[in-house]
């Protein structure tokens, strides 16, 4: 290893040197020491109050629409990863848990022309599983990046911003909400792309603008399940956490 602060141009200086490198490789293995391995919590997230909504291994804590069981088909656990698979008819699940103020991140993949989302706010008092979508679709498929049925929009409501750091399919996405009261956030890859205020002229106009108008409370706060959608396409899940405010 070479000496770190170029110290060693003499034996005398060598001890110097063989201390900054011992507290380099220190430094490396604490840095490591505190990244959390896919599905799990590190330290410093059960600190701060973190929790698993998918432990890599098991359908725990998630169940259909309306319903009690978790699908018979369709969605199952392969190696620390959550799939929809593609045109299996499993229909949409929902967390046991409902949530009102959290910040939430996950990670995602789809393949090629693949489109499905993760909704927010899911009332089962509604006859459908109508909620917040933040969308995940191949976007050199569908809209513009900026298009409000692009990745990361507020599905059919707002767009994102078009300069988002949107990973192609096939590889993995990072994503993020963040609902505190009526400040909506959500980010991809690092960035965030889009915030609103739940129930401000702002978004309750653009609602009558979209597929949910006739739908009651709809761009309000409300509290509800996360749902995981089923379009018909593949899609796969890791390292799903939450974090209630």
């Known amino acids: 290893m070479v000496c770190p602060a170029g ?8 001890p110097v040197c063989m201390l900054l490198k011992n507290l380099l490789l220190l430094s490396v293995f604490f840095s490591l020491a505190a990244l959390a391995a896919d599905n799990e919590l590190s330290p410093q997230e059960q600190k701060d109050g973190w929790k698993l909504l998918f432990d890599g291994k098991t359908t725990q804590g998630w169940r259909s ?6 699908p018979e088909k369709g969605w199952t656990v392969r190696e620390g990863v959550l799939e929809l698979e593609a045109r299996s008819k499993a229909g949409d699940i929902i967390t046991d848990q409902t949530f009102w103020d959290f910040d939430l991140t996950w990670d995602w993949k789809i393949p090629p022309h693949g489109n499905n989302g993760l909704k927010y706010m899911i009332t089962e008092e509604r006859n459908q599983a109508v909620g917040i979508e933040y969308q ?5 498929e569908g809209d513009d ?6 990745t990361a929009s507020f599905y059919d409501v707002l767009p994102p911003d078009p300069k988002k750091p949107l990973n192609p399919p096939g590889q993995w996405n990072h994503s993020r909400v963040l ?4 400040h909506v956030e959500h980010w991809l890859n690092g960035k965030k792309v889009i915030e609103f205020e739940l129930g401000s002229p702002e978004v309750l106009g653009a609602v009558q603008h979209s597929k949910f108008k006739s739908v009651p409370g709809f761009g309000t706060h409300i509290r509800g399940h996360i749902l995981l959608t089923y379009h018909n396409d593949a899609v796969s899940y890791k390292n799903i956490k939450i974090r209630e405010l």
């Open 7 to 14: 110290l060693c141009r003499n034996s005398a200086d060598a």
């Open 65 to 70: 629409f309306k319903k009690t069981t978790f």
């Open 136 to 140: 995940m679709i191949d976007d050199a």
């Open 145 to 150: 990046p900026g298009a409000k049925h692009s």
């Open 179 to 182: 609902v505190k009261g009526n």
